[in-house]
């Protein structure tokens, strides 16, 4: 039995970049921004920031079929929102960004669902990849 292509990731995070770069924002991909709730280290996909403001954290999802990602994006949205709180002085806002065509719970989280789950939900948008590259292009994040 051949396993998951897991390899997908870099993929979306070639079609964030250029968005990035045309709304004027400084980025570098896979950066350490510290340890995560529960331990070990957060490894964030993208930090972007305009030039002089604070970072914009950026984790991206891609589910190609049912999997694991979608039990995945919960604890990534609580670690998101601890590192904005905790990094206050570093980082504005944080983007937990789905791509790709297996969700099913796609609809319930860029809808605001989890919200009302997590006390600080409001620290982070889940959005579509389409959603997010419009708010990029325009230097809207």
């Known amino acids: 039995m051949a396993g998951r292509d897991t390899r997908t990731g870099s993929t979306m995070e070639q079609m964030v970049l250029p968005a990035l770069k045309r709304g004027n924002y400084e980025y570098r991909p896979q950066v350490d921004i510290g340890s995560r709730v ?30 694991t990602a979608e039990q995945k994006v919960p604890f990534e949205a609580i670690c998101l929102a601890d590192a904005i709180i905790t990094g206050e002085a570093l980082f504005q806002s944080a983007y937990l960004v789905l791509g790709g065509p297996g969700w099913k719970l796609r609809d319930f989280y860029v ?25 990029a292009n325009k230097g809207a994040l």
């Open 111 to 135: 809808g605001g669902g989890l919200r009302s789950h997590l006390a600080h939900g409001d620290k982070v948008q889940i959005v579509t990849l389409e959603t997010f590259v419009a708010l």
């Open 38 to 67: 529960g331990g070990g280290r957060h490894l964030i996909d993208v930090l972007a920031n305009h030039p002089g403001g604070k970072g914009i954290l950026i984790s991206l999802k891609w589910q190609q079929v049912s999997g």
